[in-house]
């Protein structure tokens, strides 16, 4: 029979930086971050569900000579149709980020309790954060294939136009991060926490863009493909 050790790790034996805390959890708690992660797929089916049922319809649309206008339309009410899928995705977050909260902590973590006392505790403010992203993608969306289907007479307006409109959801989507994280650790308004998180995506804003991009790799890839 295996013997216990007979000491606990020392000082020495700890991550002391952020990197080797990233190091230790991903090889000492791959179990747990699998199962907070099949977790939150759960709360993605409605997005997912909801860009497959667009995509399909728009596509059908584009082959069967529809006009631009019935193409657009469809679209817009795709947009619309994942503020609420999106609010839904970010109560998810709320439970995912309460189990990061404990891995960095290296605190003991049951991934189920874990994670439906992050929902309990910030469903809330997860929505109310997971409704402004909803918007500012319905508006980068929406408005992008605007201005890709009626005002490429005009491409300069065009092209300011769209990069105005990624250029705020990038923002607002990276702002969503640290929002999130800080949800998980303070008890603050809403209100102070959003302005937390707005100067904390400033001050860092080309790591904070790059570290959104890289969390949406996989949708990035399927648009680039498509």
């Known amino acids: 029979m295996k013997k216990a050790p ?3 790790f020392s000082s020495t034996q700890l991550p002391h930086t952020r990197w080797e805390l990233f190091v230790d959890v991903a090889l000492h708690q791959t179990g747990t971050l699998v199962s907070a992660s099949l977790l939150l797929s759960l709360f993605a089916l409605p997005l997912l569900c909801d860009y497959l049922v667009f995509s399909t319809f728009a596509g059908t649309a584009y082959q069967n000579g529809s006009s631009m206008s019935g193409i657009f339309a ?3 009410y795709g947009s619309l149709l994942a503020l609420p899928c999106i609010m839904i995705l970010f109560v998810g977050y709320a439970g995912a980020y309460e189990v990061g909260q404990k891995l960095s902590f290296l605190d003991g973590v049951l991934t189920s309790a874990s994670f439906f006392c992050g929902l309990k505790k910030n469903w809330r403010s997860a929505c109310g954060m997971g409704f402004i992203v909803g918007l500012s993608f319905a508006l980068a969306l929406a408005g992008s294939l605007y201005l890709l289907f009626f005002y490429q007479a005009s491409p300069i307006v065009m092209g300011i136009g769209i990069g105005l409109l ?3 959801f990038l923002l607002i989507g990276s702002l969503s991060r640290y929002f999130l994280a800080q949800e998980g650790l303070y008890q603050n308004s809403f209100g102070a926490t959003l302005k937390n998180a ?3 995506a400033l001050m860092k804003m080309p790591c904070s863009f790059g570290l959104f991009l ?3 790799r996989v949708v990035i890839i399927h648009f680039s493909m498509t």
């Open 6 to 8: 007979q000491n606990d």
């Open 74 to 76: 469809l679209c817009f």
């Open 166 to 168: 990624l250029f705020q």
């Open 198 to 200: 707005v100067l904390f």
């Open 214 to 216: 890289l969390s949406q």
